[in-house]
Structure formats: C-alpha cells, structure tokens
C-alpha cells in the first residue's frame, strides 16, 4: 500500500478526475463504436494536453522506490 500526503493526494485528484472522465467516456466511444480507431492518435494527443499525469506517475514510483528501500 502506498501512502501519500494530503498535498499529494489533491494533487493526483485534481489531474487524474478530468484525466480519468476523458478516458473512460472515451473508451466507451471506442468500444461502441462512436469513434473510429482512426482517432486515436487524436485521442492520444488530447490526453497529452489534459495535465501532467506523466509527475502523477512519477509520484507512484517514488513511492514504490521508498516502499521498497525499507
């Protein structure tokens, strides 16, 4: 189990919440058949420009990485 502070915490709410919308309305588009598989690139690029999950996951390995010196 990972633990994070209250900072860290509101930190992954306030980029993964709209992160995790995007992908989950997405995927059901992609599944359904609403969006092409030709979008995804598009779909790719629009997740780049939601946030900076990419320090989100660096917050998890850190975590992993100090879990794991103990």
């Known amino acids: 189990m990972l633990i994070f502070s209250q900072e860290e915490n509101d930190k992954i709410d306030n980029i993964m919440t709209p992160v995790n919308s995007y992908v989950g309305e997405s995927r059901t588009k992609f599944i359904l058949g609403d969006t ?3 979008q995804w690139d598009k779909y790719l690029k629009e997740l780049e420009k939601m946030g900076d999950y990419p320090s989100i996951l660096k917050m998890y ?3 992993f990485r100090e879990r794991d010196k103990k």
Do not use: I, R
Request: aromatic letters at 0%; a negative charge.
């Open 36 to 38: 092409s598989l030709d």
């Open 61 to 63: 390995n850190d975590k």
